[in-house]
């Protein structure tokens, strides 16, 4: 498997070193839980808005 620093731009990987230092991880640790949430976001259901109408079957 390839090391993060090669798979993403050296600007990201600099960010992602920052933030895993400031968390006290290493920066595996810190895209593993970055990516986690991304993806909870992306999945997590949307409510609905609004109120839900009736069907109303035309005679």
Do not use: C, W
């Amino acid at each position: 498997m390839a090391h993060i620093s090669t798979t993403i731009s050296p600007k990201a990987y600099e960010g992602l070193t920052r933030m895993a230092k400031e968390k006290g991880l290493t920066p595996e640790e810190a895209l593993a839980e970055f990516l986690e949430q991304q993806l909870a976001r992306k999945t997590k259901p949307n409510n609905t808005r609004g109120t839900v109408q009736p069907f109303r079957r035309r005679d």
